[in-house]
């Protein structure tokens, strides 16, 4: 058996409170980054939905505004919730925020008020994992500099929450374990990728002036990509309701996953196809021909005598007994089939270099 042959990823433009239109229990695995409460960029979005939120930061009544905002995600998660099968796993990228209103300094904690709603909701909370985005800003401290105790620490790293819904899923029929064993992931990727602490930089925003752009806080492929091979599995479907530019649909495209794409913008419709057509076979195959190519390197590295394992597929050593019937996909082609849903087909990857 060979992993799925092709993928179909689907976009919509409404707000992604309101998900009816995605079944329940459809969807194996949420990937997101929402908008970050208390962050100014995203102000505008907020009041829009509730003008509450806008009088309550002209008063400089920062908690009433933060929850407030917290409410119209809560209504996310609770739909998320809903989509996501029994054992589906939710993971979201989220950043504390810092702001001085009505001249009061305070730390707003995104992280802890979206674990919060989680457990109301019944979700599980896994560990989660710290996002270190390195900077080289000279000056990293905020407040008075040199004079104890008026400067505060600066925020350096984001998090990328983990929770599940219920137990465990079950792999219970031969096609879904062949499957799953197809989709495992190299034992130096888990040493590497189910560490707490990642360190790598954001992505880097090449969007032009248009207003809707300008809104735009993408995360790098690295970061949606780990997540999809850790907790999913080829064939399954990825969900994103807060999708932006698309980075998400496109590591599910390039991983071989089906994908659901929301997005309340609509002025960002063609942005995302810009970046779909910009975006060749061969770029999209990188990333996993470099998994391949780091795994070549750990077997030199280490010597092929010192692994028990062979994976008969890639004719190579591997570590463990989970990792012989790993097969990495290779996307053959992608194209648009209407206006707002894409299809992906593939084969396997060679090991040819």
């Not at 919060?116 to 896994?126: S, V």
């Not at 999809?228 to 479907?237: D, K, P, R």
Request: glycine share 6%; net charge neutral.
């Amino acid at each position: 058996m060979h992993p799925p042959v092709s993928t179909l990823h689907r976009f919509y433009f409404e707000p992604a409170a309101q998900l009816s239109f995605i079944d329940s229990q459809s969807v194996e695995l949420l990937v997101t980054s929402p908008p970050y409460p208390m962050i100014a960029m995203w102000d505008a979005g907020f009041s829009a939905v509730d003008p509450e939120v806008e009088r309550a930061l002209e008063q400089g009544q920062g908690q009433m505004a933060f929850e407030r905002m917290h409410w119209q995600l809560d209504a996310v998660w609770k739909e998320m919730e809903r989509c996501l099968v029994p054992g589906g796993i939710a993971c979201i990228n989220i950043g504390d925020a810092t702001r001085t209103l009505g001249g009061v300094f305070s730390l707003y904690a995104n992280h802890a008020r979206i674990i919060a709603a989680m457990e109301r909701l019944g979700m599980r909370c896994l560990p989660l994992i710290l996002w270190r985005k390195p900077t080289n800003a000279p000056n990293k401290f905020m407040g008075s500099g040199m004079l104890p105790p008026g400067a505060y620490v600066t925020l350096e790293h984001e998090y990328v929450l983990v929770f599940r819904k219920g137990d465990k899923r079950g792999f219970a029929k031969t096609k879904a374990r062949e499957l799953r064993n197809q989709s495992a992931y190299f034992w130096e990727e888990r040493n590497q990728w189910f560490s707490d602490l990642w360190e790598f930089r954001g992505a880097q925003q090449k969007m032009g002036r248009n207003a809707a752009r300008t809104r735009s806080a993408a995360f790098p492929l690295e970061l949606p990509f780990r997540l999809i091979q850790m907790y999913s599995v080829a064939g399954e479907t990825v969900l994103d309701p807060f999708a932006g530019t698309g980075t998400t649909a496109l590591a599910a495209l390039v991983s071989g996953r089906n994908s659901l794409s929301v997005e309340v913008q609509p002025e960002l419709r063609s942005i995302i196809r810009d970046t779909f057509a910009a975006t060749t076979l061969e770029q999209l195959n990188a990333r996993q021909r470099l998994r391949l190519q780091e795994h070549l390197d750990f077997v030199a590295a280490r010597g092929a005598d010192r692994f028990k394992h062979h994976n008969a597929f890639y004719d190579f050593p591997v570590m463990t007994r989970q990792e012989i019937q790993l097969q990495l996909p290779a996307l053959e082609a992608f194209q648009w089939q209407a206006a707002d849903q894409l299809e992906g087909h593939y084969g396997v990857l060679k090991a040819d270099f």
